[in-house]
């Protein structure tokens, strides 16, 4: 059985985990991007879907938390950093399909998020953590296409901001 830990003050029972390779419906991923003082932070996947590769934080939203709960527990697991969601800034999509069928299907939203701690560490899912200028040259990164687009969107700063309001 699989309860979220993020969920206290009511009672939900889920009998399994969804598949995340080979799923039947695709699952929502969340981000954290945090930028302070002209840099973004980037993690190493320490693990699949694209292990060794740079990212933001991020990982899958669970039941029972809103999508900036879920990005900032995922920035604290991976980075170590606290902050408070801005608004949301990138949403996208991953559909990774083999001879097998569809591997990895996310939905991808990525919250902006400002920094109340700068101090980063490597933490649950990453192997590495780091700060990057803005204005570092995206296309020598190893990252994805879809991380790359999004890093160069935050480059030129010509992006807009939905505010988060989860009362909406």
């Given at each position: 059985?699989?309860?979220?830990?993020?969920?206290?003050?009511?009672?939900?029972?889920?009998?399994?985990?969804?598949?995340?390779?080979?799923?039947?419906?695709?699952?929502?991923?969340?981000?954290?991007?945090?930028i302070h003082e002209?840099?973004?932070?980037?993690?190493?996947?320490?693990?699949?879907?694209?292990k060794g590769l740079?990212?933001?934080?991020?990982?899958?939203?669970?039941v029972g938390e809103?999508?900036?709960?879920?990005?900032?527990?995922?920035?604290?697991?991976?980075?170590?950093?606290?902050?408070?969601?801005?608004?949301?800034?990138?949403?996208?999509?991953?559909?990774?399909?083999?001879?097998?069928?569809?591997?990895?299907?996310?939905?991808?939203?990525?919250?902006?998020?400002?920094?109340?701690?700068?101090?980063?560490?490597?933490?649950?899912?990453?192997?590495?953590?780091?700060?990057?200028?803005?204005?570092?040259?995206?296309?020598?990164?190893?990252?994805?296409?879809?991380?790359?687009?999004?890093?160069?969107?935050?480059?030129?700063?010509?992006?807009?901001?939905?505010?988060?309001?989860?009362?909406?």
């Open positions: 059985m699989y309860i979220p830990a993020s969920i206290s003050n009511f009672r939900v029972l889920i009998t399994e985990e969804p598949k995340r390779e080979y799923p039947q419906a695709p699952i929502v991923g969340v981000g954290a991007v945090v002209g840099k973004v932070l980037l993690i190493k996947r320490g693990k699949e879907p694209y740079w990212t933001i934080p991020g990982g899958v939203q669970r809103s999508i900036a709960e879920a990005a900032l527990r995922e920035l604290r697991e991976e980075a170590g950093i606290d902050g408070e969601a801005v608004g949301i800034l990138w949403v996208d999509e991953l559909i990774h399909r083999c001879k097998e069928g569809i591997k990895y299907h996310y939905v991808i939203i990525d919250v902006l998020v400002k920094p109340k701690t700068v101090g980063a560490r490597p933490g649950s899912d990453a192997s590495d953590v780091r700060w990057f200028n803005l204005s570092t040259d995206w296309d020598l990164l190893e990252t994805t296409d879809s991380m790359r687009r999004l890093l160069k969107v935050l480059s030129n700063g010509d992006y807009c901001i939905l505010p988060y309001n989860q009362d909406l």
